[in-house]
């Protein structure tokens, strides 16, 4: 089956700090990958996005690569920002099952100045 | 316009109230989604709505009731509903259920049972 497994928070840094959340995921066929971010008491945002392997999302100074040799698809941003205080949501989507999506637990990120 | 509109932002109801939660988009999309969130966990699926028909229902209680009017609307109907079903409730669109591409989210419903 699909799923999506993500490394537990919740994650402290300092201004600048250089950020990693890991996800990794099973899933049949060829899935998409995601990360949203939700900010508190909001909705879910797209982060970025990777539709096939070895494709790297980017936005707004995050990356990730869908690396299918690993099924991982890391986020990575080199500075992080006290605004960049949410909740990541790593998750997969997959026409075999529907477009249903499979999020991650989530990692609660904390900036400080 | 990539906007998924969801009202109330925010619903207070008792456990005999009868009440809708209401969700447009106008991208065009034809999947349309349900999801309950409750505090520090990940949204879970409740019902896939696919060219205006149900297509998933993830075992949810009939006191949860969906419905998709047109292409661009889809309405969750609450009936005598229990205080641990008090939890943010997330509308999304997406393209098609047959193409991999992201969902959109609306801001949420928070939802609280007394």
């Known amino acids: 089956g699909n799923s999506v497994t993500q490394m537990e928070g919740p994650v402290t840094l300092s201004e600048e700090a250089f950020l990693t959340i890991n996800c990794t995921y099973t899933a049949t066929g060829y899935p998409s990958l995601f990360w949203y971010v939700q900010y508190p008491g909001e909705g879910l945002q797209l982060l970025l996005k990777a539709t096939k392997a070895d494709d790297k999302g980017s936005n707004k100074g995050f990356e990730a690569t869908y690396r299918k040799e690993t099924t991982s698809f890391h986020l990575e941003k080199g500075s992080v920002q006290v605004s960049d205080s949410a909740v990541y949501f790593c998750?997969?989507?997959?026409?075999?099952?529907?477009?249903?999506?499979?999020f991650g637990t989530g990692t609660s990120l904390t900036v400080i100045p | 316009d990539t906007e998924v509109t969801q009202t109330p932002k925010h619903l207070v109801m008792g456990m005999t109230n009868k009440k809708s939660l209401k969700c447009e988009q106008h991208?065009?999309?034809?999947?349309m989604y349900w999801y309950k969130q409750k505090a520090k966990k990940p949204p879970e699926l409740m019902f896939v709505?696919?060219?205006?028909?149900?297509?998933i229902n993830e075992s949810v209680p009939s006191r949860f009731s969906p419905e998709c009017p047109n292409s661009s609307l889809l309405n969750l109907h609450l009936h005598a509903l229990q205080p641990e079903d008090s939890a943010l409730y997330l509308c999304?669109?997406?393209?098609?259920?047959?193409?991999?591409?992201?969902?959109?989210f609306g801001q949420g419903t928070r939802l609280t049972v007394v």
């Open positions: 999304a669109s997406s393209q098609e259920v047959a193409m991999n591409t992201e969902a959109f």
């Open positions: 709505y696919s060219y205006e028909k149900l297509s």
């Open positions: 998750a997969l989507s997959s026409r075999n099952t529907g477009n249903q999506f499979y």
């Open positions: 991208m065009g999309h034809r999947a």
